[in-house]
């Protein structure tokens, strides 16, 4: 079965297991553990900031960065298909206590323009019906826009702005590496755009588990009460950091190949006839494209290409397909075949008509045959 549905899906490689195995363990809530130490140090270099938090995973960092930011019925401003906004169970409402007011954009990368109409309708002044603005929220990469990368002057133009207009900046930068690969940017220009960022560990880096969050030592001082308050404060965290510190040092430059991967996967698929690629271009490692013309549910499509071998994902009307470790050039050409056959199927006459509708076992029997 190949796998294109998340970067999320890499297992931990023979040599990071060996580095797990290996690592030199303390309690890292007391700030013992000397191997998620070494990490801290390392991502708070590289994004260029005072002070590092350890984390299992980047949802509780988004978490936390809203809560050090803000107070309860504040307004959080995020693009309308943020990961904080679509895909974290409304987790920022429950924990935080905000308002969401989503900032319009087609790539995930919006403008002071979109931001400027955001604060307007959510407070015109200081008045008493108005919630307060506090907190603007990026994406880099955006995820469910394709993957696309914030131009270092864009992001500065926006972050400038919202520190004119009073608000606090935060960075979702669960792919911030992908961005920094694919643009030639070095991490901490863009991290020195926000007051807070964390990357993941566990996305096209290939770790099994972990995310550091990064800011001023006051805010990171905070944030370490919210981690401990959420249950976030782990022991001897050691285990997981060494995977963590082992993708930095063998994963970065390598996600070029997943860039590289995913730009050869969207031309290809733009060949196929009844298939519309998003962006046959990206930015980074995330494909998106649609089935629509072929008349048939895109959950059926994907029902077909899994039986075939091929697994993609869903992401509102579109199917996303993310290149990754595990995944070869070889890999692509074979999925690439997988969907060009269910394709040509679905559009054949035999098809056509009465028997478009009929139940994935049918279609499935049809196929074989
Ligand atoms: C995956 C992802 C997250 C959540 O990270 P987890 O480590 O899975 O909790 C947040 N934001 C973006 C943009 C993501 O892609």
Redesign the pocket.
């Known amino acids: 079965m190949i796998s294109l549905t998340s970067d999320?899906e890499t297992k931990p490689t023979h040599a990071m297991r060996q580095a797990i195995a290996n690592a030199e363990v303390g309690d890292e809530q007391k700030g013992e553990d000397p191997t998620v130490n070494r990490l801290l140090e390392r991502v708070a270099d590289l994004l260029g900031k005072e002070a590092a938090l350890f984390f299992a995973?980047?949802?509780i960092c988004?978490f936390v960065s809203i809560k050090t930011h803000t107070r309860p019925a504040d307004v959080v401003l995020a693009e309308q298909m943020s990961?904080i906004i679509r895909a974290e169970s409304g987790g920022a409402a429950l924990t935080s206590g905000v308002l969401m007011e989503p900032i319009a954009s087609e790539r995930g990368i919006f403008t002071v323009d979109a931001i400027e109409q955001a604060l307007g309708r959510v407070a015109t002044a200081p008045y008493l019906y108005s919630a307060n603005p506090r907190l603007l929220c990026v994406?880099q990469t955006h995820?469910f826009r394709g993957g696309s990368v914030w131009r270092l002057n864009e992001l500065r133009e926006v972050c400038e702005f919202s520190r004119q207009k009073g608000l606090a900046t935060h960075m979702?930068g669960?792919?911030l590496l992908n961005a920094v690969v694919a643009s030639q940017t070095q991490a901490k220009d863009f991290a020195n755009c926000v007051d807070s960022v964390w990357i993941?560990f566990?996305?096209g880096l290939g770790a099994p588990m972990g995310?550091v969050l990064a800011g001023t030592r006051e805010f990171i001082s905070e944030a370490r009460r919210y981690k401990h308050i959420f249950g976030g404060a782990m022991r001897q965290a050691g285990i997981i950091a060494a995977g963590c510190l082992y993708a930095l040092d063998h994963h970065v430059e390598r996600l070029q190949e997943d860039h590289d991967n995913a730009t050869y996967l969207a031309r290809r698929l733009s060949e196929i006839e009844g298939i519309t690629v998003q962006d046959t271009k990206p930015d980074t490692n995330i494909v998106f494209f649609d089935v629509s013309q072929l008349g048939i549910d895109k959950g059926m499509f994907l029902t077909l290409l899994q039986q075939y071998g091929v697994k993609m994902g869903a992401v509102g009307q579109s199917i996303r397909a993310v290149t990754h470790l595990d995944v070869s050039r070889a890999d692509i050409n074979f999925a690439v075949d997988t969907v060009s056959k269910v394709t040509k199927f679905l559009g054949s006459a035999a098809l056509k008509a009465e028997r478009r509708d009929c139940e994935i076992s049918n279609i499935k029997l049809l196929f074989a045959s």
Do not use: I
């Open positions: 999320t995973c980047g949802t988004n990961h994406e995820n979702d669960a792919r993941d566990t996305k995310a």
